[in-house]
Each structure stands twice: as C-alpha cells, then as structure tokens.
C-alpha cells in the first residue's frame, strides 16, 4: 500500500498521519518492536501475518494479537477514531483492508448467502 502525506493542521499521536492513495490491499512490514502500528488511515481494517502485535488503550497494556486476528474493525464499520494504540510486540508483517474493499467484500457475501437460501427455498 502507498502512503501520501494528509496536508492539514497538527495532529495528535493518535490520529491518521497517512492517506492510502490506492484501493488494494497489501501486506507491509511492521517494523521493529516498539514501533506504533496506529496511528493508520481511519477505515483500514488490519491484522498480523506474522509477528504480535501488542493492543493498549491510556499506557496500560490490554492484550497482544497474532495472526488470525485483526484491528481496526470498529472504525471500519462505523466510521469513529480508534479506541486503542498498536504497537509491534515482535517483527511483524501486516494485511490491511481499506473501508471500500470490506463493503464490498461484505455486499458480495450477503447477495451470495441470499442466493444460496432462495436457491433452498426453491427446491
């Protein structure tokens, strides 16, 4: 995923600092442990491929992710700030998905979860 820098006044270190300019998905390196995953772009879901991830919320420590789980997801569904900070716990690398590859990601389950049951009902 490409990265382009949001003109636009200070932002805290809890905000987006970076705008995607394309709508693929990608996996990137998280970097060293230490490194702030988040701040991203709002409407980015993301999770680990490899590596853990650690999940705080005001300094204290809430729980560390691995691959199979993901973050991001309430400011994907309902478009609010992040509620916690991400941090690499270990070398990391990380899927995302932006807001328009979820919906439709999402649309197209649903059209095809209602096929399938009209299809039964019909039978």
């Known amino acids: 995923m490409r990265y382009k820098h949001t003109p636009g006044p200070p932002r805290d270190h809890k905000r987006a600092t970076r705008t995607p300019t394309t709508s693929t998905n990608s996996e990137e390196a998280c970097g060293a442990p230490g ?4 701040p991203l772009p709002l409407g980015v879901l993301m999770g680990p491929t490899e590596g853990q991830v650690e999940v705080s919320k005001d300094g204290r420590t809430l729980s560390q992710m691995g691959p199979g789980k993901v973050f991001g997801e309430l400011a994907i569904l309902y478009n609010c700030q992040r509620t ?3 941090k690499a716990a270990t070398d990391c690398k990380l899927f995302a998905i932006e807001r328009q590859c979820f919906q439709t990601i999402m649309m197209r389950t649903g059209l095809q979860k209602q096929a399938e049951y009209t299809a039964f009902l019909k039978r």
């Open 84 to 86: 916690a900070t991400i």
């Open 35 to 38: 490194r702030t995953v988040v």
